[in-house]
């Protein structure tokens, strides 16, 4: 595993499947970022304002509870703009129209390559 | 082809058919010969009555008209004669022409009202007057033509009322036996009309939904919708159809599919709509469920493709070699198959933890009796035991490579329960070895124990730990008791 980089925006992995976001979080650690995790969108609200340093929203869509992955990204977008969103998903009908301006998106199962690159991309520009 | 044998004579085909023959009673002197001659002579077929009786009989028998002497007409036979006449059918009224009895000047009462008991006649003087008397006869056999004619027309329309009647009482029966809800309106779109159907189903009083009283039975949503459609429809004449919710009688809303063709008069006009209501509600609701089910299966579809994904993405990384791997995840997928099929079975909700721990621990049972295993058999919901079997794999796997299974003495006790009950009920399940080799805390956490500490946990919602006991391994699961299902 790379050695975390204190540079590099940490992120917030948010996924309802344990096995999922598990294999996501090692994803991004292997990418050399720093992670947190939340299983609902009410846990990641939690996590963004417990933890400043987090710089990129990486969520699913299809989450329990009142808000799905969508809502939690409108609302990330809202109250902190400058945090990065990555949407991935299942849900094979999706508006493009109701994702946040500027967000990325990968239909799920996705390439670890894709994201990787995708995340040092962001990461180049938030510095 | 004209076959001159098929016309009989004139005279002949008259003598047969009474209807437009005259009978002639006149049984004094030479009246009747004259009369039969004149008559022959113009065409017009007659038959001479020797008695009173027998005209009686004639009269009976629709005779065309009667020529009769005034002198003639005494006698008690003269009671029947006036008793037939009086019972003709309504149509029918013979006419008599009567030859009067010249030699008296004025008639008593009793010959005026033997008279007037014939009802229609006329009377001629004597002695007979060859042109009067066919004129006479040749108007009243005109004016009997006449009332044959009547009479036809109304026995066909007495025919035709009463196939109007049973028409009417066919639709009725099979517009009220058929499982449909049937209407029908006037052009304007009156309904004037429903089926015994319409009735059960919305258990309105009769007629409180004539007009436009229907709109009021359709649930509000759709109410505009239809009306929108229906005046399209009797603007244009194209047919109507429309799915839509109808206030059932037991006030829950039911779809229905509602349809109208409009029928045409001769000349094109729109005289009528017939329409029916068709109860579609379980099938509509059928597909709902179809969509939903179809939705759900292809979003647990990619969730289990994901989750395959994740499962040979964490092998490679911690595998020792590429055969070691191979045999990794095989097994992995292999026992996440045989999770898969029993759920299937149990069609995908809800499982017994009981059966869940049997399945997984049989490719590692060996009859050693290493395995004790206790625990009530407590629901448990599709994911969380998909999530089980493969932590109780990793467990048995490990424990047959290092732990309790690779020696003949080693134990495992696994035991689970329910700790206190309401809101705050517990859910606690145990794996503890012991009797087998000394253990150690590996250096390095592989997939197996990060599955079990980390993913297993967050599928019940709750915590679990591995320690490394010298005396062996032991594994603890908790949450609360919803965990197990939600």
């Given at each position: 595993?790379?050695?975390e980089d204190?540079?590099?925006?940490?992120?917030?992995?948010?996924?309802d499947e344990?096995?999922i976001r598990?294999?996501?979080v090692?994803?991004?650690i292997?990418?050399?970022?720093?992670t947190?995790?939340?299983?609902?969108?009410?846990?990641?609200?939690?996590?963004?304002?417990l933890?400043?340093d987090?710089?990129i929203?990486?969520t699913?869509?299809?989450?329990?509870g009142t808000m799905?992955?969508l809502?939690?990204?409108a609302y990330v977008r809202?109250r902190?703009p400058p945090?990065?969103?990555?949407i991935a998903?299942g849900?094979v009908?999706?508006?493009?129209?109701?994702?946040?301006?500027g967000?990325a998106f990968?239909?799920?199962?996705y390439?670890t390559?894709?994201i990787?690159?995708?995340?040092h991309?962001?990461?180049?520009?938030?510095h | 082809m004209?076959?001159?044998?098929?016309?009989?004579p004139q005279?002949?085909?008259?003598?047969l058919?009474?209807?437009?023959?005259v009978?002639?009673l006149?049984?004094?002197?030479r009246?009747a010969?004259?009369?039969?001659?004149?008559?022959?002579k113009?065409?017009?077929?007659?038959v001479?009555?020797?008695s009173?009786?027998?005209?009686t009989?004639?009269v009976?028998?629709?005779?065309?008209?009667?020529l009769v002497a005034?002198?003639?007409?005494?006698?008690?036979?003269?009671?029947a004669?006036?008793?037939s006449l009086?019972?003709?059918?309504?149509?029918?009224?013979v006419?008599?022409?009567?030859?009067?009895?010249g030699t008296?000047?004025s008639?008593s009462a009793?010959?005026?009202?033997?008279?007037?008991a014939?009802?229609?006649?006329v009377?001629?003087?004597r002695?007979l007057?060859?042109?009067?008397?066919?004129?006479?006869?040749r108007s009243a056999?005109?004016a009997?033509?006449r009332?044959y004619?009547?009479?036809e027309?109304?026995?066909k329309?007495?025919?035709?009322e009463q196939?109007l009647?049973e028409?009417e009482a066919?639709?009725?029966?099979?517009?009220?036996?058929v499982?449909?809800?049937?209407?029908?309106?006037?052009?304007?779109g009156y309904?004037?009309?429903?089926n015994r159907?319409w009735y059960?189903?919305?258990?309105?009083p009769?007629g409180?939904t004539?007009g436009?009283?229907?709109?009021?039975?359709f649930h509000p949503?759709?109410?505009e919708r239809?009306w929108s459609?229906w005046?399209?429809s009797?603007a244009t004449?194209?047919?109507?159809?429309?799915e839509?919710?109808l206030?059932?009688?037991?006030g829950?809303y039911?779809w229905?599919?509602?349809?109208?063709?409009p029928?045409?008069?001769?000349?094109?006009?729109?005289?009528r709509?017939?329409?029916?209501?068709?109860?579609?509600?379980?099938?509509?609701?059928a597909?709902e469920q179809?969509?939903?089910?179809?939705?759900?299966?292809?979003h647990r579809?990619?969730?289990?493709l994901?989750?395959v994904?994740?499962i040979?993405?964490q092998?490679?990384?911690?595998?020792d070699?590429?055969q070691?791997a191979?045999a990794?995840?095989?097994?992995?997928?292999?026992?996440?198959a045989?999770a898969?099929d029993?759920?299937?079975?149990?069609t995908?909700?809800?499982?017994k933890?009981?059966e869940?721990v049997e399945?997984a621990?049989v490719?590692?049972r060996s009859g050693?009796?290493?395995?004790?295993?206790?625990?009530?058999?407590?629901?448990?919901?599709s994911?969380?035991?998909l999530a089980?079997t493969?932590?109780?794999?990793e467990?048995?796997?490990?424990?047959?490579k290092y732990?309790?299974l690779?020696?003949?003495a080693?134990k495992?006790h696994?035991?689970?329960?329910?700790i206190d009950q309401?809101?705050?009920a517990v859910f606690?399940?145990?794996w503890?070895?012991?009797k087998?080799?000394?253990?150690?805390?590996?250096?390095r956490r592989?997939f197996g124990s990060?599955m079990i500490e980390q993913a297993?946990?967050?599928y019940?919602n709750?915590s679990?730990?591995l320690?490394y006991?010298?005396?062996?391994l032991?594994?603890?699961?908790?949450?609360?008791?919803k965990g197990l299902?939600d």
């Amino acid at each position: 595993m790379a050695s975390e980089d204190k540079s590099k925006p940490a992120v917030l992995i948010v996924e309802d499947e344990p096995l999922i976001r598990m294999e996501a979080v090692d994803m991004i650690i292997d990418a050399g970022f720093k992670t947190y995790e939340a299983g609902s969108a009410d846990r990641a609200i939690a996590m963004m304002e417990l933890h400043d340093d987090i710089g990129i929203l990486f969520t699913d869509i299809d989450m329990p509870g009142t808000m799905d992955g969508l809502k939690l990204a409108a609302y990330v977008r809202n109250r902190w703009p400058p945090v990065a969103i990555i949407i991935a998903s299942g849900v094979v009908e999706l508006e493009r129209t109701s994702l946040p301006e500027g967000s990325a998106f990968f239909p799920k199962p996705y390439a670890t390559s894709q994201i990787t690159k995708t995340l040092h991309d962001i990461a180049v520009r938030l510095h | 082809m004209n076959d001159p044998q098929a016309v009989l004579p004139q005279k002949q085909k008259s003598a047969l058919n009474l209807t437009m023959s005259v009978a002639i009673l006149a049984p004094r002197g030479r009246d009747a010969e004259v009369a039969r001659q004149l008559l022959d002579k113009e065409n017009i077929a007659s038959v001479v009555a020797p008695s009173i009786e027998k005209l009686t009989h004639y009269v009976q028998n629709q005779i065309g008209a009667v020529l009769v002497a005034e002198e003639a007409l005494i006698g008690t036979e003269i009671e029947a004669l006036q008793h037939s006449l009086q019972m003709q059918p309504p149509w029918s009224d013979v006419p008599f022409i009567v030859l009067a009895n010249g030699t008296a000047s004025s008639r008593s009462a009793a010959a005026k009202l033997r008279m007037d008991a014939l009802r229609n006649a006329v009377l001629l003087s004597r002695p007979l007057h060859a042109e009067e008397l066919v004129r006479a006869i040749r108007s009243a056999l005109n004016a009997r033509t006449r009332q044959y004619e009547a009479r036809e027309r109304m026995v066909k329309l007495e025919f035709r009322e009463q196939q109007l009647y049973e028409s009417e009482a066919k639709f009725h029966a099979i517009a009220d036996s058929v499982d449909q809800m049937i209407w029908s309106t006037l052009p304007d779109g009156y309904h004037d009309y429903y089926n015994r159907r319409w009735y059960e189903f919305t258990g309105v009083p009769d007629g409180s939904t004539d007009g436009e009283a229907w709109n009021g039975m359709f649930h509000p949503d759709d109410q505009e919708r239809a009306w929108s459609k229906w005046r399209h429809s009797l603007a244009t004449g194209d047919p109507y159809e429309i799915e839509y919710r109808l206030k059932h009688r037991s006030g829950d809303y039911r779809w229905v599919l509602g349809r109208a063709q409009p029928v045409r008069s001769s000349t094109g006009e729109i005289i009528r709509w017939y329409g029916s209501c068709t109860d579609i509600h379980k099938i509509k609701i059928a597909e709902e469920q179809r969509q939903l089910m179809l939705a759900e299966m292809n979003h647990r579809v990619k969730n289990t493709l994901a989750m395959v994904h994740a499962i040979v993405s964490q092998t490679l990384r911690q595998a020792d070699s590429l055969q070691d791997a191979q045999a990794s995840i095989q097994s992995r997928i292999g026992m996440m198959a045989q999770a898969h099929d029993r759920l299937i079975q149990s069609t995908w909700t809800e499982t017994k933890i009981d059966e869940v721990v049997e399945a997984a621990l049989v490719p590692h049972r060996s009859g050693q009796g290493h395995f004790k295993v206790e625990g009530p058999d407590l629901p448990i919901g599709s994911k969380q035991a998909l999530a089980l079997t493969m932590a109780l794999h990793e467990l048995a796997t490990n424990a047959a490579k290092y732990g309790a299974l690779s020696i003949a003495a080693g134990k495992i006790h696994i035991y689970w329960d329910i700790i206190d009950q309401g809101e705050n009920a517990v859910f606690e399940f145990n794996w503890v070895e012991s009797k087998g080799p000394k253990v150690e805390q590996p250096s390095r956490r592989g997939f197996g124990s990060r599955m079990i500490e980390q993913a297993l946990a967050g599928y019940f919602n709750g915590s679990a730990e591995l320690s490394y006991k010298t005396e062996g391994l032991s594994f603890v699961l908790k949450s609360l008791s919803k965990g197990l299902t939600d």
